[in-house]
């Protein structure tokens, strides 16, 4: 009897850890919607301050995740590789522009889709895309029309 | 003067080769313990006592202080994110250090006082008492028979304890935070989803709370084996576990946590 009881604690001790491990899993860490997905690329100028893992979003809706970030030397472009949900395909004349979420947030990856028929294959490239704002570069611009409009009388 | 200098010296010389030593000492018992360990294995009977003892008896300890740290998390981070006006974040926050630190360093303080000290009395009360001498008399290894399955217990437990305090403590962080206070339950989840990493986060937790479990252990049971046989030692050698082995966790946590941000940071 007393094995029995011992047994029985250490079996709800056992299943308490490994659901708590499940729900770490599953509930905190999203481990499962990382299944399916294919691979697309876009070149850009500059990608600010945009980081491994970032979201893609598409009118919003998250839609994939950056994978990799590379620095392509013979275009002196970053090679940003995207991973695309299965579920979602977009049209060939889609564009991929930088953005910001709200005036301090991360950077984000907003796709424009076009009106083009045919779909982007897995591995393509983005075609069109539109760098990061990088606010000093805004900032200083600014800075300079007004010192100049003010300068021309 | 001179003489007292020349006291000082030799007190710290001899403290210095004492910690050495001592540090020797335990790492050669560790290997004896690892090689012993087979034995142990062939009898799993032994193995689920230990475990009884030093996870199961640690669940309500554990989930309590995870579900109350978790609450005080979610109370102390909802009033700085308010601020911003970002409490949306809550749940990333609370779920990232929780995850990432307080749920293994956490449970391993906790697992130290309440589990490893339990080890140390034992294992010294039986070396005090003769029996591990009486087991060596009968042919039977203590080490194998005695030291080997509460090491092994508490290598098993630890990780399993920590996952539970991190798990208790987002729930109690969503308690506070999305039922008393008021912020989106979808929005809690969502974002705590979209920025914990299962490689990163989780796992490296879980491998965190392993590596403490094996230092508690290995702590534990040199300080329980090596005890002078008096009532005095090991009450000293109990309280020398709690101490040493909580330095080990958060020294451990700083090489561990140095050694992960490198290797999985691109």
């Known amino acids: ?153 | 003067m001179r003489e007292l200098f020349g006291g000082s010296i030799a007190a710290v010389s001899a403290f210095v080769l004492g910690a050495v030593t001592r540090i020797g000492a335990a790492s050669l018992f560790c290997l004896r313990v690892l090689a012993r360990s087979m034995t142990s294995f062939a009898r799993p009977r032994l193995l689920v006592r230990e475990v009884y003892f030093a996870g199961a008896l640690s669940l309500v300890i554990i989930m309590v202080s995870g579900l109350f740290v978790g609450m005080v998390l979610g109370m102390q981070g909802y009033e700085t994110l308010q601020t911003y006006g970002s409490e949306e974040k809550l749940g990333v926050l609370v779920a990232l250090s929780l995850v990432r630190e307080l749920g293994p360093v956490v449970a391993a303080l906790l697992f130290a006082s309440r589990a490893g000290s339990a080890i140390t009395a034992e294992i010294g009360l039986m070396k005090a008492t003769e029996q591990l001498a009486a087991m060596e008399m009968m042919a039977v290894d203590p080490v194998a028979r005695v030291v080997a399955p509460r090491f092994w217990a508490g290598v098993v437990s630890m990780p399993l304890l920590a996952a539970l305090f991190s798990a208790l403590g987002i729930v109690g962080a969503y308690l506070v935070g999305v039922r008393l206070l008021g912020v989106d339950s979808g929005a809690f989840w969502s974002q705590m989803q979209a920025a914990v990493d299962f490689k990163q986060d989780i796992l490296n937790g879980v491998l965190k709370s392993f590596m403490f479990g094996f230092g508690i252990a290995a702590v534990a049971t040199f300080e329980g084996y090596a005890a002078p046989p008096t009532a005095e030692g090991v009450s000293r050698a109990t309280t020398r576990t709690v101490v040493n082995s909580s330095l080990l966790v958060l020294a451990l946590d700083l090489v561990l946590t140095g050694f992960m941000l490198q290797l999985w940071s691109e």
């Open chain 1, 1 to 153: 009897m007393a094995h029995r009881a011992l047994d029985f604690w250490v079996g709800v001790f056992v299943l308490a850890g490994f659901s708590a491990l499940t729900f770490l899993a599953l509930k905190v860490g999203d481990f499962g919607s990382g299944g399916s997905a294919y691979e697309l690329r876009a070149q850009f100028g500059n990608i600010g301050s945009l980081k491994v893992r970032a979201p893609v979003r598409a009118a919003g809706v998250t839609v994939g995740r950056v994978r990799a970030i590379d620095f392509d030397s013979t275009r002196y472009q970053a090679t940003v590789t995207l991973d695309i949900e299965d579920a979602y395909r977009f049209p060939r004349d889609t564009s991929a522009s930088i953005l910001t979420a709200g005036v301090l947030g991360e950077n984000y990856i907003g796709l424009d889709a076009g009106g083009d028929e045919a779909l982007l294959e897995p591995g393509e490239t983005i075609a069109l895309t539109q760098s990061a704002v990088v606010l000093e570069q805004v900032i200083g611009r600014l800075l300079y029309d007004r010192a100049q409009s003010e300068g021309t009388p």
